[in-house]
């Protein structure tokens, strides 16, 4: 199936055309068919000789209702353009393609009607001369007559050869549905329309709008009941799980966590903004939102949205201006996450990184974000390429770089007998979300030892590694628990070797053969600091999960720091902080 939206001036025979070619009332209101004029969007569907199935998005031409226009375009791939031929090119076709044009729409049909009143020679003269310094520069054009039927088996044969022009769309990828109308069906509950331009729908499916899980309860294309759709494709789908009036035209139904809902973005915009608008209202897929623009450069923005969208890198819309009815600009969507702009400064830095790319790859994000997983890539459009440093993430190199030597400058700096820093206190130290890239980044001259990042030649040796390796392992469960001197005997960890582990700092000894992880003390703390003050021996030997054994001297440590103090001969309280 193919998706075409009508486009042109109002009382130029686009819903006339729609009928003609299929059969069908694009016109839904009473109203629409009282007036003779459309108001909302229409839908119709035929089978062209040629076997391709076209199914059309009918929109209004009056000023009134461009949003509802743009609303059905938004989403569709290709447009049929309709100019009247006893009254030529008017002002809504000059807005209609110029809404066209910003939302990058580049397959279409020129269609020039109502032969059988005017000659039809001028009307389609004004088509290609405005057409020629666009995207739709070049498409083919029919002169027909919806009343009379002529020329329309050149139409249906034209509209074979633009579907069949048209790009295959990925139904392999994460759904993204622009609803267009919702309605209730007594029976089934909610239902939704749009027109399905990625990914696949299948009945059982979940699905999420505005933040709410839903599940795909039915599904229909072209009147017909279907277990599956894939795009591109108009489809209707009952939902599970979600209120009809929790719904509207301009939401969108998504792959979950496919998507990032943006409420800030930076974009390109196109012409560049001729005059100093602060605010306007967005129109992307079906969505009008209104949006705060603060310019970048002069040809880049940021826009705040007044509600969050589903969008991608590589996404086209507009910004219209309601007051003066005119479009301010065509946006394409360059960063749906872009850093915050706190420095002087930073406004005119963001513009240059932007302008050094037409459109972002994942390699363009990672090096304005530094880190991002490949999860995020995809969902912010852009596929990642090459290995991830550590788990799912990527880095851009130069930041990558940068990390680590930032990381080896500080462990080196330490003094020569400081065991270095534990892996968390890496990743805090560098601002990382995840320590397995605090442990990714240390290289020569850096190791990590019993969890701890320290220069080389300060290791233990091999032997004593693995034993101090053994041992975490077995507190990393209970990490109280220490061994007893016969266990310490068995890992190889006594005398001299004993000894070299807590010298490096890979073991913590807080009494006789009483031996524990760095961290200890620190973890004890903030165990304990959860009791109520005071506290008995017991009730810490409780809390830590281990014996009196273990839990006397760890008091008394914690003594010595200052972090607790004795009430009397068994209670303890935390001393406060200044």
């Known amino acids: 199936m193919h998706v075409i939206a009508t486009a042109g001036h109002v009382d130029h025979g686009k819903s006339t055309l729609v009928r003609a070619l299929t059969g069908m009332e694009p016109d839904r209101w009473a109203e629409e068919r009282r007036r003779g004029m459309t108001i909302d969007l229409g839908f119709a569907w ?59 729409v580049r397959h279409g049909l020129a269609v020039v009607t109502r032969a059988d009143l005017a000659d039809p020679e001028p009307a389609l003269r004004q088509v290609h001369d405005h057409l020629r310094k666009t995207g739709l520069a070049g498409i083919d054009s029919v002169v027909v007559s919806g009343r009379t039927r002529q020329g329309l088996d050149e139409l249906e044969a034209a509209l074979a050869r633009l579907a069949a022009a048209l790009p295959e769309p990925d139904t392999g990828d994460a759904v993204r549905l622009w609803i267009d109308r919702v309605f209730t069906i007594t029976g089934s509950g909610t239902v939704v329309t749009g027109t399905l331009t990625r990914g696949t729908l299948r009945v059982g499916d979940e699905l999420e709008t505005g933040g709410t899980r839903v599940r795909i309860r039915g599904l229909q294309t072209l009147g017909e009941k279907a277990e599956q759709v894939s795009a591109t494709a108009r489809v209707a789908v009952n939902l599970r799980g979600v209120d009809r009036d929790d719904l509207t035209r301009g939401m969108a139904l998504v792959t979950p966590e496919a998507w990032l809902p943006a409420r800030v973005i930076d974009v390109r915009l196109n012409p560049a903004m001729g005059h100093r608008a602060e605010e306007a209202v967005l129109h992307l897929g079906s969505a009008a939102v209104p949006v705060r623009i603060r310019r970048l450069g002069s040809g880049t923005a940021r826009l705040t949205l007044g509600r969050p969208l589903p969008l991608r890198t590589g996404d086209r819309g507009l910004l219209r201006d309601p007051g003066r009815r005119e479009i301010v600009a065509g946006v394409h969507v360059l960063d749906v996450r872009p850093p915050a702009l706190r420095r002087r400064g930073a406004a005119a830095a963001r513009a240059a990184a932007l302008d050094e790319v037409p459109l972002p790859d994942a390699a363009a994000l990672l090096r304005w974000h530094g880190l991002l997983t490949g999860g995020e890539l995809r969902a912010m459009g852009c596929p990642p390429a090459g290995t991830p440093v550590a788990g799912d993430w990527y880095a851009d190199p130069g930041h ?52 701890r990042v320290l220069p080389a030649d300060r290791a233990l040796p091999p032997a004593i590694a693995r034993a101090v390796a053994k041992l975490a392992a077995e507190l990393a469960e209970h990490p109280f628990a220490a061994p007893t001197a016969e266990r310490l005997d068995e890992l190889g960890l006594t005398g001299k070797a004993l000894a070299a582990a807590i010298h490096a700092g890979a073991v913590l000894s807080i009494g006789k053969n009483v031996v524990l992880m760095p961290d200890a003390l620190d973890r004890a703390a903030a165990t304990l600091a959860a009791l109520p003050s005071p506290f008995t021996v017991s009730d810490a030997r409780t809390a830590l999960a281990t014996s009196r054994r273990v839990a006397l001297p760890l008091l008394e440590c914690l003594d010595a720091r200052g972090i607790t103090k004795r009430v009397d001969n068994d209670r303890r309280a935390f001393r406060p902080r200044d």
């Open 46 to 104: 035929t089978t062209l000789g040629s076997g391709e199935r076209i199914a059309f998005v009918d929109v209004p031409g009056h000023e009134r209702f461009v949003t509802n226009m743009l609303a059905g375009v938004g989403p569709c791939p290709a447009v049929m353009l309709v100019v009247a031929a006893d009254q030529g090119w008017q002002a809504q076709s000059a807005e209609h393609l110029a809404a066209l044009e910003a939302l990058g």
């Open 400 to 451: 990558w770089s940068s990390l680590a030597r930032r990381l080896a400058e500080h462990v080196s700096r330490r003094p020569a007998h400081d065991p270095g820093i534990t892996v968390e206190a890496a990743a805090q130290l560098l601002g990382l979300p995840d320590r397995r890239l605090a442990e990714a980044l240390v290289a020569p001259p850096l190791v990590v030892e019993g969890g």
